[in-house]
């Protein structure tokens, strides 16, 4: 598809579909009122005179324009919005009485995402999101605007060709794609603990909501019904087997939901990606803003040689799951591929690994886990002293973790990049390249002074990077060289 067509220096509208959005937002933002009006209707239905027919007409209506004034910026911004380009800079403007004006400069632009629901296929528009580091939320976002537009604007913002503001078609090449086997794989190798404790969460959540609705206990009943249950063997493998299908399923409509036909291009600029079940989206990944790279697996996902990579972006904000850019990687020359523009050669692959003190694998241990476990043990005992085991085990489990996270933890270094590989039941590598560190901490404890060692602290506009326990000599050698690269870019 040409995007050439489109002069960005003129202004741009929104679709006419962006009013059916808008509309759909304000009667779901009204809900109150608009049950109100509702139920004047059902009312003067059941009245037959003509004086309170004619009121609940009047009613009606001025619910309507109190709904409607409520959200009458939301309707001038629909008619007055604008997008264009002028110079290097992206403008939106808005409004009537008050205006508003978006300035963002192109070079700040991280990620452009397109998104599409039936409406928009059925209108051939898209949701479009535009990213800018420095800022956690989204910049710009626009609930319809023309798909060609959209991959316009988001083609000219990718590869900055703001001189002429023209797209300057840059071949790409397709280099991955999920198929529907990889995806049974992936929802095979989910974290269905976690998954289960959603589902857990999502149970109790409407349990209140029906306690609210209709005025009784559901909690109630479902402790008379448990308390009449048959707790036999075979009804407590079938309740673990029934608990066990929903969690499958249900991890993998998730899995559906975040990899199906997931494909990935890759030009001069970056990556492209596009993805989708119910509605297609679109994002594009651009090289230069990437901080950090991680990649991770489970025992599953590692027996069946899946890993998940993470990029993390300038800018991105760390508890909104939906900004993160993470890819389902099948094969290991892919990760390669993938992770190369940012660092070609890995530390791992010609230094000798470093690891941490072995103090870092039972301390916490003794001082947290030991004191807590303890007090929970003499409480139950006293209470019934047949579940005392669930502390112990629990101690048990605790201290096995952090024996195996003390082991695992390793560390290499080169004059470029830092790599950490960690983790207790699957593993998790990171890649930190020097330039990219904004700044370095240096922490130690009174028992790390006694012991000579520290915990060191590496600081991007993505994510914090930790090596805890350490000798102290490597950690100031390892901030000294961070502060000299951090130098050296500045100049």
Known sequence: MSTNKFDWSEPQKLSPVALVFILVKIIKDSWPLVLIALGRIIINEQNETKRNTSFGVYFVLGITFLILLIHLKQLINFFKFRIYIQGTELMVK????????????????????LIENYLHKLTNTCKLKIETAGSEATEIEIEAISKERAISLQALLQNAAIETIQQKNIEQVQIMGIRF????????????IRTFLIILGFAYSRIEDLKQLFGYDASN????????????TLGILTLLTFGLLVTLIVSFIRVLL???????????????????????QQKMLIQNKVQLISWDNNFIRKALGIKIVRFFMTGEDILKPKQHIQLPIMQSALLYQ???????????????????????GWRETVLFVLPITLIGAIAIYFWNPVYIIIPLLI??????????KYKKFRFWMNKTTIQIQKGIWGEENILLNFNKIQQVSIKTSPFQRRKNLATIELYTAGE????????????QYIADWA???IEFKQQ
């Open 258 to 280: 975040r990899y199906n036909e997931m494909t990935i291009f890759s030009n001069k600029k970056g990556f492209q990606m596009e993805w989708g079940f119910l509605q297609t």
């Open 338 to 360: 993938l992770i190369s523009p940012y660092q070609a050669i890995w530390p791992s692959q010609d230094e000798k690994p470093n690891s941490v003190d072995k103090t870092y």
């Open 395 to 404: 101690f048990i489990y605790s201290t096995i973790s952090n024996w195996v």
């Open 464 to 475: 914090t990077v930790t090596i805890p326990f350490i000798p102290k000599a490597q950690a």
């Open 94 to 113: 808005s409004g009537l009485l008050s205006k508003s004006i978006t300035i963002v400069p192109i070079n700040r632009v991280q990620s452009v995402h």
């Open 483 to 485: 502060l000299f690269c």
């Open 181 to 192: 086997a990889d995806v049974i794989k992936l929802a095979i190798s989910e974290n269905h």
């Open 221 to 232: 009943i479902i402790d008379e019904q448990v308390e009449q249950a048959d707790f036999s």
